[in-house]
T-cell receptor
Framework: GAVVSQHPSWVICKSGTSVKIECRSLDFQATTMFWYRQFPKQSLMLMATSNEGSKATYEQGVEKDKFLINHASLTLSTLTVTSAHPEDSSFYIC?????????FGSGTRLTVV | GQQVMQIPQYQHVQEGEDFTTYCNSSTTLSNIQWYKQRPGGHPVFLIQLVKSGEVKKQKRLTFQFGEAKKNSSLHITATQTTDVGTYFCAGVSGGYQKVTFGIGTKLQVIP
């Protein structure tokens, strides 16, 4: 079945640095991928919709310059958290839509110290 | 904007008891999906309901979609410890198929 690979699974970075998270569709082409953020004991909040070959669509309240999304190919979308701060610490997860629902990556736990 | 309310947020049950989680949308949905997230894991797709009044079963899990396509439920019969996790509903609506997740119901099963 459809597999979405997300890397890294976890990352610890210093405040002020940038972190890149990759999301790959392994056995299908995904023209659209979605990036979510999940705080502890909370639901998934859509951050942005990543479209291959065009600009991402960001949800209200999500800073475009802070969360850079690139979807350069049909199998790869990246989310870069720029100038990370402790409040950016969270669980970030990508997904792609298939015929039968969304397939999620395994998620990335980001801790900014 | 679209809101999807999900209750309860937490549920503890004795192994063997039944469990139900409910979702209610502020708008009519084109479809609703259910996901299970194990502790420390990522959401895994369970099922999609599309038709008004639809009922689907997966072994001990029964999923229902309301007649008005605004509410849904997931019922687990005779829970097992393997059912532990958080169950999310996700309402899909609009021309852009916008997805809104419920807050999730965290199920704990006491052996």
């Amino acid at each position: 079945g459809a597999v979405v690979s997300q890397h890294p699974s976890w990352v610890i970075c210093k405040s002020g640095t940038s972190v890149k998270i990759e999301c790959r569709s392994l056995d299908f082409q995904a023209t659209t991928m979605f990036w979510y953020r999940q705080f502890p004991k909370q639901s998934l909040m859509l951050m942005a919709t990543s479209n291959e070959g065009s600009k991402a669509t960001y949800e209200q309240g999500v800073e475009k310059d802070k969360f850079l999304i690139n979807h350069a190919s049909l199998t790869l979308s990246t989310l870069t958290v720029t100038s990370a701060h402790p409040e950016d610490s969270s669980f970030y997860i990508c997904s792609a839509l298939r015929d039968y629902g969304y397939t999620f990556g395994s998620g990335t736990r980001l801790t900014v110290v | 904007g679209q809101q999807v309310m999900q209750i309860p947020q937490y549920q503890h049950v004795q192994e063997g008891e039944d469990f139900t989680t409910y979702c209610n949308s502020s708008t009519t949905l084109s479809n609703i999906q259910w996901y299970k997230q194990r502790p420390g894991g990522h959401p895994v797709f369970l099922i999609q309901l599309v038709k008004s009044g639809e009922v689907k079963k997966q072994k001990r899990l029964t999923f229902q979609f309301g007649e008005a396509k605004k509410n849904s439920s997931l019922h687990i019969t005779a829970t097992q410890t393997t059912d532990v996790g958080t169950y999310f509903c996700a309402g899909v609506s609009g021309g852009y198929q916008k997805v809104t997740f419920g807050i999730g119901t965290k199920l704990q099963v006491i052996p």
